[in-house]
């Protein structure tokens, strides 16, 4: 059964800084990239950052570029999103993606 389960969503000032993991079981294979995603109130669910199966590619919304980094441990399911520098129109519900999977998502609240 595959399985995708983000972690460290929390309450934080602007300014701030938070780390998301993300760690993922039951793939029959590991090649495939991972994915961020958000969901701020009232919005669409937007992407925010990827990278590829070996960790050496990476790409970000233009919005997060400069203050989010993207990481994980090489060929396997663990994913980490180091985010600084946060503002409140970051506030959302961060989720992990991989192929046509999803986790369940982890708050973020930025403010005062």
């Known amino acids: 059964q595959v399985q995708l389960v983000e972690s460290g969503g929390d309450l934080v000032q602007p300014g701030g800084s938070l780390r998301l993991s993300c760690t993922g079981s039951g793939f029959p294979v590991v090649t495939y990239a991972m994915y961020w995603y958000r969901r701020a109130p009232g919005k669409e669910r937007e992407f925010v950052a990827s990278?590829?199966?070996?960790?050496?590619?990476?790409d970000y919304a233009d919005s997060v570029k400069d203050r989010f980094t993207i990481s994980r441990v090489p060929s396997m399911y663990t994913m980490y999103l180091q985010m600084d520098n946060l503002q409140p129109e970051d506030t959302a519900v961060y989720y992990c993606h991989v192929q046509n999977y999803w986790g369940q998502g982890t708050q973020v609240t930025v403010s005062p």
């Open positions: 990278i590829s199966f070996t960790g050496r590619s990476t």
